[in-house]
T-cell receptor
Framework: AQSVTQLGSHVSVSEGALVLLRCNYS??????LFWYVQYPNQGLQLLLKYTSAATLVKGINGFEAEFKKSETSFHLTKPSAHMSDAAEYFC???????????FGTGTRLQVFP | EAQVTQNPRYLITVTGKKLTVTCSQNMNHEYMSWYRQDPGLGLRQIYYSMNVEVTDKGDVPEGYKVSRKEKRNFPLILESPSPNQTSLYFC???????????????FGSGTRLTVV
């Protein structure tokens, strides 16, 4: 069975600082991994996904994530935070033979001026 | 515009009064799913559908029903709502559900349900 653990329910950074949101996964089969962002009062929007191609995945809005099998991690990073990045971020995993997504509990990112 | 449309966006109801939350997608997707989002718990799958007339339980199906009579629609039915069903609900769709595309879901904007 698949699962994801997001470390830190809240992360605060200053504008211009590095953003690092942590996600560790558990999967008995090669996983597909996703990061979604949820802005206030909106649905979830796909940021990026890993589907067994390149291990470094680039997404929208300057975000990227690196798949590290040895660490079972898929951390999300952005070199320089912007105020507009304030949102909740969800990591999700699925097996390769189904589209069912298992979500983490989310990390709320705050960006201070 | 490709989208998943949920209605209503906000709903306050009383315990025991049947309600339906509608979900419609215009992308000809085969796979549709309902999730509920609760603080500290993330999103949990309620029901999903692989295609017309094919539905199955997710991880938290108790107290919910669904139907898939047409490809585009996947309504969520609460026959007798209770306060513990107060939550934020999302409908989502994807291409075929068997992971071959697996480009992720398209989500609706959510329905915030309060049961008093």
């Amino acid at each position: 069975a698949q699962s994801v653990t997001q470390l830190g329910s809240h992360v605060s950074v200053s504008e211009g600082a590095l953003v690092l949101l942590r996600c560790n996964y558990s999967s008995s089969v090669p996983p597909y991994l996703f990061w979604y962002v949820q802005y206030p009062n909106q649905g979830l929007q796909l940021l990026l996904k890993y589907t067994s191609a390149a291990t470094l995945v680039k997404g929208i809005n300057g975000f990227e994530a690196e798949f590290k099998k040895s660490e079972t991690s898929f951390h999300l990073t952005k070199p320089s935070a912007h105020m507009s990045d304030a949102a909740e971020y969800f990591c999700a995993v699925s097996a390769g033979d189904t589209d069912k997504l298992i979500f983490g509990t989310g990390t709320r990112l705050q960006v201070f001026p | 515009e490709a989208q998943v449309t949920q209605n209503p966006r906000y709903l306050i109801t009383v315990t025991g009064k049947k309600l339906t939350v509608t979900c419609s997608q215009n992308m000809n997707h085969e796979y549709m799913s309902w999730y509920r989002q609760d603080p500290g718990l993330g999103l949990r799958q309620i029901y999903y559908s692989m295609n017309v007339e094919v539905t199955d339980k997710g991880d938290v199906p108790e107290g919910y029903k669904v139907s898939r009579k047409e490809k585009r629609n996947f309504p969520l039915i609460l026959e007798s709502p209770s306060p513990n069903q107060t939550s934020l609900y999302f409908c989502a769709s994807s291409l075929d559900g068997r992971g071959r595309a697996n480009y992720g879901y398209t989500f609706g904007s959510g329905t915030r349900l309060t049961v008093v």
